[in-house]
């Protein structure tokens, strides 16, 4: 699926600072009506480019049907196509990559959606996950043009659980010695991303799949297998960068990273 990208130009940001030649990368699929009222946003969630969140939420015959609507998928901020640590040149690159919120994403999003399209109603917003926080952002700031929204898994505000969860993931990557405050180059911090997995795999699936043994749907025979055949492969893959940025906090002050993705 290819990805389109919005220039933003100097983009204020919530926190004070400005991401330079920010772009917004984005996908699209169905057609928008001559009344441009069958608008579909499906915000990305964490780890997630759009294609991931398209493949996943939307098709023919489903809730999400192409064929029935106009549903843009927007990137958020440090997810590998929009601007993120690993894109953007210096002085902003990797660990310098500017605090961005879900005020900022969605912000964001509404000038991809009025600037490039005239688009002025939305059906929905629904996502999951952090997609699903930037669903209730969507809610709040722009009720007057968001019709209806359907956040899955999700919340408009991160619970002190889920922070110290997250924490837990953070301390994971980054006491890797190859983690290097986030400037590392080739040699990528592959023990504290597999940690992470690790911690992940008791949150991303509740404890009757466990019990049940539906890890073996899978392919593993074993809880570690399926650490290492799902959680390890899921992570490795992803872009790295964007982890240094998912901080624990307010979902209406920092982008939030909860499950995968």
Request: net charge negative.
């Amino acid at each position: 699926m290819e990805h389109a990208v919005f220039d933003l130009g100097d983009f204020p940001l919530q926190k004070g600072s400005v991401l330079p030649r920010a772009e917004l990368g984005y996908t699209t699929l169905g057609e928008l009506n001559d009344a441009r009222d069958n608008v579909v946003v499906c915000p990305t969630w964490f780890t997630a480019t759009p294609s991931d969140t398209a493949q996943w939420m939307t098709g023919a015959d489903r809730a999400l049907d192409p064929g029935r609507y106009f549903i843009i998928v927007p990137n958020h901020f440090g997810a590998a196509v929009s601007s993120s640590p690993r894109n953007t040149p210096p002085p902003f690159d990797r660990g310098r990559f500017p605090h961005v919120t879900t005020y900022d994403n969605v912000v964001a999003q509404h000038r991809l959606l009025t600037e490039e399209f005239g688009i002025e109603r939305i059906r929905l917003v629904s996502s999951w996950s952090m997609g699903a926080c930037q669903t209730y952002a969507w809610a709040a700031l722009h009720p007057e043009m968001v019709q209806a929204i359907a956040p899955i898994s999700g919340s408009a505000r991160t619970a002190d659980f889920n922070k110290v969860f997250l924490a837990g993931n953070i301390r994971a990557i980054t006491s890797d010695p190859d983690w290097n405050d986030g400037f590392y180059g080739d040699k990528v911090p592959i023990r504290g991303v597999k940690a992470m997995a690790a911690l992940y795999a008791g949150w991303g699936f509740s404890e009757p799949f466990y019990r049940q043994e539906e890890f073996r749907a899978f392919g593993a025979s074993t809880v570690e297998e399926f650490i290492d055949y799902f959680w390890d492969a899921f992570f490795i893959k992803c872009d790295l960068h964007q982890v240094r940025r998912q901080r624990p906090a307010r979902a209406d002050v920092d982008v939030v990273a909860q499950r995968p993705g």
